[in-house]
């Protein structure tokens, strides 16, 4: 992971701190940054290289299984709980419609679910916890009753992909019901396809995480490049 340089933060908080309000002589090491930038625009071509050749990856898939989501699993709504009994300190995280919202003493649901935003501006959202959790009545959860077909890490991918809040309606408060979400149809490969094609796609998402945080981090960096720059020659000498 691509990190801010010590020294480019430093001479930003030199600026601010001594040069911002006061015109005086204001120096920096130039040709270091320049190395610095140098590099990291080596890791970052390395990285979208690499996920370039990952998602240019060939791969066979031929579709053996027509199902719906409401033939392979069980969803259920969450329960009502209070803002106020949610805790920082609390042992379980809490799924509401839009991801976790914080954490609470105890779940009501055990580990290895995927959770459905079933209310709310973003509902349709889909995440997966391994671990128990909380679920409100904001969101559903969809309990795998057919694992000999279905791999459900890659269910999580595939229904990511469908973009479920499409099916939302709502003039106020957008919903999609648990009818909705029975009737999606899918297409799946056989199981051993599917496991292949679930690392495959954690692959992808990792790098895109990896190449998504070096930008941040380099655009920060030019930032302050930019900053020590114009201060270098603006001020005075």
């Known amino acids: 992971m691509l990190l801010p340089k010590k020294s480019f933060l430093e001479n930003e908080s030199y600026i601010l701190s001594r040069s911002f309000y006061k015109e005086e002589k204001f120096h920096f090491d130039k040709v270091k940054m320049i190395e610095e930038l140098h590099s990291d625009e080596s890791i970052m071509t390395q990285s979208i290289k690499g996920y370039i050749e990952t998602v240019s990856k060939e791969t066979d898939v031929t579709f053996s299984i027509f199902r719906t989501v409401g033939s392979i699993g069980k969803l259920r709504s969450g329960d009502n709980l209070n803002k106020s009994e949610l805790s920082e300190n609390g042992e379980y995280a809490v799924y509401g419609g839009n991801g976790t919202i914080g954490r609470y003493d105890k779940p009501n649901r055990s580990g290895n679910t995927i959770i459905i935003g079933k209310v709310g501006l ?20 969809l309990e795998i009753t057919d694992e000999s077909n279905v791999f459900v890490p890659y269910l999580v991918h595939l229904l990511k992909s469908l973009d479920l809040n499409k099916l939302a309606t709502g003039a106020v408060q957008k919903f999609i019901s648990i009818k909705q979400m029975n009737n999606i149809k899918l297409s799946l490969p056989t199981y051993e396809k599917q496991v292949e094609l679930s690392k495959w796609f954690d692959d992808l998402e990792k790098s895109k995480t990896s190449i998504q945080k070096l930008l941040s981090s380099f655009s920060e960096e030019l930032g302050v490049m930019t900053k020590n720059s114009i201060a270098e020659k603006a001020l005075k000498h």
């Open 122 to 141: 973003y509902c349709g959202n889909v995440h997966f916890s391994k671990e128990p959790f909380w679920l409100t009545s904001n969101a559903v959860s």
